[in-house]
């Protein structure tokens, strides 16, 4: 048998197995069942921290500061950074946010959550 014969062969029941996998149908579960929107929130340069809960969550900079996260861990030596205008993207199992703005300056987000 050439190698075009058994690729041709592989196609052919490829087609027949994704033919009968489409007539039963697949059983697909939501990935998340619940979403919330916070869509202003100010952040001091003291921190603060938001009980979340989800298993992505979405932090946008709306303000004219950069904005300071972590997740599940207070603000300190590590963290991620948010700029005006961009977002952090998380999709991890969080409990809390914490975020925190420059000294001396205050910072605008809006957080999203799919749980």
């Not at 619940?34 to 938001?50: E, M, N, Q, R, Y």
Request: overall charge neutral; glycine content about 8%.
């Amino acid at each position: 048998m050439s190698g075009v014969e058994i690729l041709n062969y592989l196609k052919k029941s490829l087609g027949v197995i994704t033919k009968i996998i489409e007539e039963s149908g697949v059983v697909v579960l939501p990935g998340f069942t619940d979403h919330s929107f916070t869509p202003l929130v100010k952040v001091p340069d003291t921190g603060i921290a938001l009980e979340v809960s989800g298993r992505l969550v979405k932090v946008k900079n709306i303000g004219d500061a950069p904005v300071y996260a972590n997740f599940d861990r207070p603000v300190g030596s590590e963290y991620t950074v948010a700029f005006p205008g961009s977002y952090i993207l998380v999709p991890r199992l969080t409990q809390y946010v914490y975020l925190k703005a420059p000294t001396g300056y205050t910072a605008t987000v809006s957080v999203e959550v799919l749980r």
